[in-house]
């Protein structure tokens, strides 16, 4: 297949997979109150990891200049879920990384783990867009199912 076909057809696969996976803020009075649909567990944690750094800041301005692994465990969905939330929270705020991609991986054994490869760049506040800083995720609110699909709901305290 010519080069420039199969270009035209990864960026069509690439589309169609965008429409499939997507994030939206759920009414809330003080937090950010998210849902994420996606086809699979693994792009739903994708997902709600850039639900987070887009609530933090502008990932448009994000350019992957360094690439970053890390792991999380969980002893079961939900908590891996927060223990995942959390974590981009900190590499964001704390760290002061602004993530443009991630890679996930989920495997459960005795307890659930994520490994990731991120990439992105040092955090320029205004640069990147400052918006608002999350304190942490909480479990309040927290949902996921897995049916044709899977969605999720979780709430950030602002």
Do not use: C
Request: proline share 1%.
């Amino acid at each position: 297949m010519p080069l420039r076909l199969t270009v035209y057809f990864n960026s069509l696969i690439t589309e169609i997979h965008r429409k499939n996976m997507s994030y939206k803020y759920l009414e809330h009075a003080t937090d950010a109150f998210i849902e994420v649909k996606a086809k699979t567990m693994e792009e739903a944690f994708l997902v709600a990891g850039k639900s987070v750094v887009e609530t933090i800041i502008d990932s448009k301005n994000i350019q992957e200049i360094e690439e970053k692994y890390i792991k999380v465990v969980g002893e079961n969905i939900h908590n891996l879920l927060y223990n995942w939330l959390e974590e981009i929270v900190t590499i964001t705020i704390t760290d002061g990384f602004a993530i443009k991609n991630f890679s996930v991986n989920i495997k459960k054994n005795k307890e659930y783990q994520i490994v990731s490869k991120i990439s992105g760049e040092k955090l320029n506040l205004k640069k990147h867009n400052y918006k608002v800083e999350i304190k942490s995720p909480t479990f309040h609110l927290m949902e996921i199912k897995e049916n044709d699909g899977v969605l999720m709901r979780y709430l950030l305290d602002l």
